[in-house]
């Protein structure tokens, strides 16, 4: 059976660019660096460029104005501001990179340790992190102060240990997230040892995100180091941004403007910083971003051009049958500002009282169809072209305000994930109470006995109970059912279901499939059913819409399609379903193999 | 009949819970299966039925509490991380997601070559054996110097089937490898693991909540229910003419692809639920 | 919701138990030399023995530490080594002075900062734009440095506002606005722009949820579903703004030396650099309480508009 097994043709292979190359791409990541780079080159060549020594003093050049010899002036003992400047940048840097260099040393390894093994130490640990976190940082540095002496590196340690909890609450995180991860399982089952695991696979992980961390801390560290010298810690005569800044305010009426400089270079160095870390943060979430997992939203790659054009015309591009409940003609959904077209001109029709399943696989643009009907494309999608159509009545380009009365009134909307489209802040009742209310203008009690009964009319036991109840408390299937009350609560005439039972297990699937088609058939209710499986398709629908590629395929009656089915891929569908097939078993019998 | 390779015996997994006073909570309540070599056994359940739970326990990622399990006569179940090591050559496993089973920070090399440095395999020589694993799951040798993440779902599958065999193991615990997958994907995929267990003799357990699955590709299935065994025979007998309730009301609850067979099959799935009602 | 409260104020007792005791002791340990502090460096081995014996720190240091906590029980936090006044005194008018500029910074940066990151999150473009480029300044500008610059511009070269001292409310509430303008504005900045950001990225995270989708396709008016958005984003920004409120303080002690206001940060700076050890011990006391208690109030909101949180 090799011959059915073909080999997968390979995208096109992206033009992959590290994060550096990303950064390095980004206008503002060149900038920042180019600039921190300067700052860093001023610094070490200090003794080259400075026009004399920082500390000599001179009476003439008390004040002195801007000068050749004094491009930046003379401050209140005569000395020349820039020499000063220049510096000053090393006892900042320096100082500022101890502080940083000790939350990392600390916070680094907690961090890994905390996040991978959890349990006790994870608990201490945090523990102290909030501690450490509870006081104000100056506070507790004035107070050291009285212990360690005004030094302002032993103040820039004790400054590390009180950033510490930063990096370790960063990497703590991101190490338990990873900790839970499938390939941390697959490591283990591997037989790699904790220290591998935490160097390979973890590392690797934390390492993008810690730099960011530390370029957003060490602009903090070389603000606080300025301000601790401001506030008179480390020695005056030692020329730092931060003494100088003292300098300044101490002659605030004589020489104002001796404020300007070495504020100018710590912000400048701080923006420099912050700049790097945000270019850094987009380079690693573009680098991270997981494809959407299942059938959400997932654009296929660009350049999917469909190779044929449809075959057989489907629910024909003409005129749309007069007593058609939903009528799509060419819908054309696009993302990226049109460049990305996922939905290529889709016509269908949904008769009052009629199910029609939408069938495709990921990336067919099921999805997208059943979401521009209700005008609720994620960010980034719009419908290019075509008309959509309630009743007789278009729905595209229409105000909000009219869409507002359609949807949920007019058409209800059953989601895929019964967990996630429940608000987990309000309780269940009220956020279906809210809509009766809203729609129907029912008063308050009067909309909670219209929810009680559609609670109880969707099979769910306890009604009131479940009213009071918050999203976490109730089981995911009983939150399908919840859904459902919501999508049928003011009384549509449309129902779209976008895979409303993928989510569940297979016995509540079928659970739910009957009261889907118990409600429907009470109501009389015309539904657009979005789903990849043929299975609950036979079991609903009345016509079948196969979707390939943003394009239909195929539309006929269902038990046609299933019987005759026309297209070549919705053949190849119904031929990768396994339920048919003999049992393994029965096929080794049949062609005479035993077990191996 | 063959000795068993893999044999679990009452197997009890307990989580600690997470008060101080309550009840620890049990997963597992006493379950007994055995895996032969190079066969495949399906292991059929819903979500919290346990079928996960065993796999992982098997793999030494949940707690033992009570109960043995005997791989080739050596008992695994309390392993230590230098057992489990050693056990790496013959025990493997495929993960259902194939987004999160792949580091997506290394490249499909790094992660194939993983297992066997674990081993000792020179670094030649694990280049030459990542080159033929590529070509056993029919991915293109560029593959090696790509991320999992430029893949698809169902190439990233091939990546992880290419790791578990690297060390050509005698069993893999494959936990819903296919779920993810889309439908025409899936089928390629199975088809493939078969393929390859012909060719290579592993074994086999195969953890999945679809009956049409463990079907296709189980010699022999087992159904389990709120953490206990509740059946186990051939697979084409236990997936066509079960015996226990709760399989009957799975295997009817599974919708057919045809919608003249499937309302004779929701019919006699009602009939069942009033008949069990009754009981 | 009881538990949860009940674990919070743990914590919060925890920290309050913990983080005054180690500053006693490591002040208290080196107590020796605050007395040679005190005399300068030309005093005897003699001299300071005595100042130390007069001081009481040449007693063990957990004599020392119970007397010190006896005195606490009965609300006693000592006297200052310097002026001999009782710091329990010293620090209420103090305590005044800061909580009032830090109090006002916190309410009126939380609330730009909730408006302006809700509006770049919903509408994006311009705003967001704007406040990125906020972000970016607001960080990179030290606090003090903004002090430093509104007065000297301000006050000193318009004349606009007092350059120093701090008026209470009770003696003009005209002046007492006058007074506490800059410094509130000098602490806000920073603040604005941090909130705002974290505020725009926990809406935007909120907007991406499945539950907004269904709400919207349940046809609710645009401000319902905001009023949705919004309780489920204020826990993460609620968070940070309790750390902003500990950052507030440590701005507070540059901002109280600038502006010369009587605060508990000035009388910290004043302390350490005299090496007047009670007084900064009854700071750190009283911080850790008002931090205790300000993160306990967060807790509590949060809880109350988050329900699983009171969970775990």
């Known amino acids: 059976m090799s011959q059915i097994v073909s080999i997968p043709a390979l995208p096109a292979a992206p033009a992959r660019r590290g994060v ?3 950064v390095l791409h980004d206008p503002l990541g060149i900038i920042s660096l180019v600039v921190l780079l300067l700052i860093l080159l001023a610094t070490v060549l200090a003794p080259v460029l400075a026009p004399q020594d920082p500390g000599r003093s001179s009476l003439d050049d008390i004040f002195a104005p801007i000068s050749a010899a004094h491009p930046l002036g003379g401050d209140s003992a005569g000395r020349d501001l820039l020499s000063r400047l220049l510096y000053g940048a090393q ?18 390894p907690a961090g890994l340790i905390a996040g991978y093994y959890g349990r006790t130490f994870d608990s201490v640990s945090s523990w102290a992190a909030n501690l450490l976190q509870a006081l104000p940082a100056i506070i507790v540095l004035l107070a050291l102060r009285t212990v360690f002496g005004p030094s302002i590196w032993t103040s820039m340690v004790i400054f590390g240990v009180m950033l510490a909890p930063g990096a370790y609450r960063l990497v703590r995180a991101t190490a338990s997230g990873v900790r839970n991860e499938l390939y941390i399982d697959a490591a283990l089952v591997s037989g790699l040892s904790d220290t591998r695991i935490i160097a390979r696979h973890m590392l690797r992980v934390v390492r993008g995100p810690l730099i960011m961390h530390s370029a957003m801390v060490l602009a903090i560290c070389i603000n606080i180091q300025a301000g601790l010298e401001f506030l008179g810690f480390g020695d005056p005569q030692t020329a730092s941004w931060g003494s100088m800044l003292n300098e300044g305010f101490l002659n605030i009426f004589q020489a104002p403007q001796m404020l300007s400089w070495p504020g100018l270079a710590l912000f400048l160095t701080s923006a420099a910083l912050a700049l790097f870390a945000g270019s850094l943060r987009d380079a690693l979430q573009a680098g991270t971003a997981k494809p959407a997992r299942r059938r959400r939203v997932a654009a296929p790659p660009a350049g999917t051009a469909p190779d044929a054009p449809p075959s057989g015309p489907p629910a024909g591009n003409g005129e749309s049958p007069p007593d058609a409940l939903l009528s799509i003609r060419g819908l054309r959904v696009a993302y990226g500002g049109g460049s990305v077209e996922v939905v290529h001109g889709v016509s269908l029709d949904v008769a009052r009282g009629e199910v029609v399943g939408l069938v495709g696989e990921s990336g067919s643009g099921k999805t997208q169809v059943a979401l521009s009907v209700l005008g609720l494309l994620p960010t980034g999608g719009e419908v290019t072209s075509g008309a959509i159509a309630l009743a007789g009545e278009p729905l595209l380009g229409r105000p909000a305000s009219f869409l507002r ?19 987990p802040s309000f309780r269940v009742g009220n956020q279906l109470s809210e809509v009766v209310r809203v729609h129907l203008g029912l008063s308050r009690a009067a909309a909670r006995d219209r929810v009680l009964d559609l609670l109880a009319r969707v099979g769910i036991p306890d009604p009131a109970r479940t009213y009071r109840a918050f999203p976490h408390e109730i089981s995911g299937g009983m939150a399908q059912r919840v859904l459902i009350a919501g999508a049928v609560s003011c009384d549509p005439e449309l129902l779209i279901a976008d895979e409303p039972t993928t989510a569940l297990d297979v016995t509540v699937q079928a659970d739910i499939l009957d009261l889907l088609r118990d409600l429907q058939q009470e109501k009389g209710l015309g539904v657009l059913f979005v789903t990849h499986n043929f299975g609950v398709v036979a079991d609903v629908c009345d016509r079948v819409l196969v979707m390939r590629q943003g394009e239909i395929v195929e539309d006929r009656p269902a038990q046609e399609i299933f019987d005759t089915p026309r297209h070549d891929y919705t053949r190849l569908l119904l031929g990768s379903m396994l339920d048919g097939r003999p049992a393994r078993l029965a096929r080794a019998a049949a062609t005479g193999d035993g077990r191996a | 009949m063959p000795e068993s390779l893999l044999e679990v015996r009452d197997l009890v997994v307990e989580y600690p ?11 597992l309540h006493g379950v007994s299966i055995d895996v032969r070599p190079g066969e495949t056994v399906g292991l059929v359940g819903e979500s919290g039925s346990g079928k996960t739970t065993l796999g992982r326990a098997i793999l030494g990622l949940a707690p033992v509490t009570e109960g043995s399990i005997r791989f080739e006569d050596r008992e695994i179940g309390h392993a230590s991380r230098r057992d489990r090591r050693g056990l790496a050559r013959d025990l493997q496993v495929i993960f259902q997601d194939p987004y999160t089973s792949l580091n997506p920070s290394m490249t499909v090399g790094d992660i194939l070559t993983e297992p066997l440095w674990v081993t000792g395999v020179r670094r030649q020589a694990a280049q030459t054996q990542v080159r033929e694993l590529l070509d056993k799951v029919r991915l293109p040798k560029d593959a090696v110097d790509r991320y999992a993440r430029e893949f698809s779902g169902g190439q990233r599958q091939r990546v992880a089937i290419a790791r578990a065999l690297a060390l050509r193991p005698k069993l893999v615990v494959c936990d819903e490898p296919v779920s993810a997958l889309d439908l025409s994907t899936q089928a390629t995929v199975l088809d493939l693991l078969i393929e390859l267990q012909e060719s290579l003799g592993v074994a ?15 010699h022999r299935v087992a159904v389990m229910y709120q953490g206990r065994l509740v059946e186990e025979g051939d697979g084409d007998v236990v997936t066509s003419s079960p015996e226990h309730p709760y399989t009957r009301r799975l295997l009817l609850a599974a919708p057919v692809p045809d919608p003249s067979r499937q309302a004779a099959n929701r019919a006699d799935r009602h009939r069942l639920l009033a008949q069990q009602a009754e009981l | 919701m009881l538990a949860f409260l009940a674990k919070r104020t743990g914590a919060g007792l925890s920290v309050l138990l913990v983080v005054p005791s180690l500053t006693f002791l490591l002040m208290y340990g080196n107590a020796a030399n605050a007395a040679r502090q005190i005399l300068g460096e030309n005093a005897t081995p003699e001299q300071i023995a005595a100042k130390s014996a007069a001081l009481g720190v040449d007693r063990p240091l957990f004599v020392q530490f119970i007397d010190y906590v006896g005195q606490l029980s009965v609300g006693d936090l000592g006297r200052s080594w310097f002026t001999a006044e009782p710091v329990g005194s010293l620090l209420t008018s103090r305590a005044t002075v800061t909580l009032t500029v830090v109090i006002g910074s916190i309410l009126v940066s939380t609330l730009l900062a909730f408006a302006l990151g809700v509006t770049a999150a919903l509408r994006r473009g311009a705003v967001d734009i704007a406040l990125q480029v906020l972000a970016i300044v607001g960080f990179a500008v030290p606090g003090f440095w903004l002090a430093l610059l509104l007065v000297s511009g301000l006050a000193l070269q318009l004349r606009l506002f007092p350059a120093t001292g701090f008026v209470p409310f009770t003696a003009s509430p005209g002046q007492w606005l006058a007074s506490i303008t800059l410094p509130v504005v000098a602490l806000m900045v920073g603040a604005v722009a941090g909130v705002a950001q974290q505020v725009r990225g926990a809406v935007i995270d909120v907007l991406e949820q499945d539950y907004v989708r269904t709400l919207r396709a349940r046809g609710l008016p645009s401000w319902r579903v905001v009023a949705h958005v919004l309780r489920n984003a204020s826990a993460p920004a609620l968070t940070v703004v309790a750390l902003t409120f500990i950052g507030t303080l440590s701005g507070a002690v540059f901002v109280e030396r600038i502006f010369a206001l009587p605060g508990l940060g000035l009388a910290a700076t004043n302390a350490a650099v005299n090496g007047d050890v009670p007084v900064i011990m009854g700071v750190v006391l009283v911080m850790t309480a008002i931090v205790v208690l300000v993160n306990l109030v967060v807790d509590l909101a949060i809880g109350l508009l988050n329900p699983k949180v009171r969970l775990s």
């Not at chain 1, 009365?405 to 608000?423: A, F």
């Open chain 1, 20 to 22: 550096i190359g990303k």
């Open chain 1, 91 to 108: 006892v900042s840097l320096l100082g500022a990179s101890i502080a940083l260099l000790t939350s990392l040393v600390i916070g680094l």
């Open chain 1, 405 to 423: 009365t359609v949807r949920g009134r007019r058409i209800g909307y059953i989601p895929q994930e019964p967990m996630s489209n429940l608000d």
């Open chain 2, 17 to 27: 819970s997470k008060g101080l006073r309550s009840k620890p909570f049990r997963a």
């Open chain 2, 204 to 218: 086999y357990l195969f953890v999945s909540h679809d009956l049409g699955v463990v079907r296709y590709i189980s």
